[in-house]
């Protein structure tokens, strides 16, 4: 079965600290992994990512994709309370023909950033 | 361009009663999809329209349907409402070529709470 994995669930750091988040996944017919930014209301985009070891990067947030390890992951520097949202990561496969393409999100990683 | 809309913003229903939710795409854009989003579930796909065909579909009973226009404009309904039902609907146009990842756009959502 498709899934997304994102960890952690939850994260609480300070102003000015760096956070890692990660997003593995297993997924037929992987082609795309996607991170997008919610805070209260609909996500907006971020990044996609299609190539292994090519860093995206906008900003403090950069993104790497990993197509070896089935993984990814999600940088922010010197973090912001403007960066308190759930990040959401979504990895798009199946075949293009038919009703096979889908994208499988996962749950989300909540991050808080304290003054 | 003006973005993704959605309307209504907010609903409030009683079970049993059937609801419409619209969404307005991109201009230009020719997908659409719908998705459900609740605490514990994360983004939950229910379906994509394309050229008024539906093209994708997720595991959601026959009570949630939808219809494209041949416009790009989609509606979303739900009938026999349950409790369960409460969520916010999110709806994510893209132009939809098919020929391969295009970045979903987000609307608002549509925040429906069911007594």
């Known amino acids: 079965e498709d899934k997304v994995v994102q960890s952690p669930l939850s994260l609480v750091v300070h102003e000015g600290d760096t956070v890692t988040l990660n997003c593995s996944y297993e997924?037929?017919?992987?082609?795309?992994l996607l991170w997008y930014k919610q805070e209260k209301k609909a996500p907006t985009f971020l990044f996609m990512l299609?190539?292994s070891g090519i860093e995206k990067k906008s900003g403090r947030l950069s993104s790497i994709l990993d197509k070896k390890e089935l993984f990814s992951i999600l940088n922010i520097t010197a973090t912001q309370t403007g960066d308190s949202a759930v990040y959401l990561c979504?990895?798009?496969?199946?075949?293009?023909?038919?009703?096979?393409?889908?994208?499988?999100w996962g749950l989300g990683t909540s991050l808080a950033v304290n003054p | 361009k003006a973005g993704v809309t959605q309307t209504p913003r907010y609903l409030i229903k009683t079970r049993g009663q059937q609801v419409t939710l619209s969404c307005s795409p991109i201009?230009?854009?020719?997908?659409v999809s719908w998705y459900q989003q609740t605490p514990g579930q994360g983004l939950q796909f229910l379906f994509e329209?394309?050229?008024?065909?539906?093209?994708n579909k997720g595991n959601f009973p026959g009570r949630f349907s939808g219809r494209q226009f041949s416009n790009s404009r989609s509606e979303m309904n739900v009938s026999t409402l349950e409790l369960g039902d409460s969520a916010l609907y999110l709806c994510?146009?893209?132009?939809?070529?098919?020929?391969?990842?295009?970045?979903?756009?987000f609307g608002p959502g549509t925040r429906l709470l069911v007594l």
């Open positions: 979504a990895v798009e496969g199946g075949s293009n023909a038919g009703n096979n393409r889908k994208l499988i």
């Open positions: 329209y394309f050229s008024e065909t539906q093209r």
């Open positions: 997924v037929t017919n992987f082609r795309s």
């Open positions: 299609t190539s």
């Open positions: 201009s230009g854009h020719r997908s």
């Open positions: 994510a146009s893209s132009l939809g070529s098919g020929s391969g990842m295009e970045t979903q756009y």
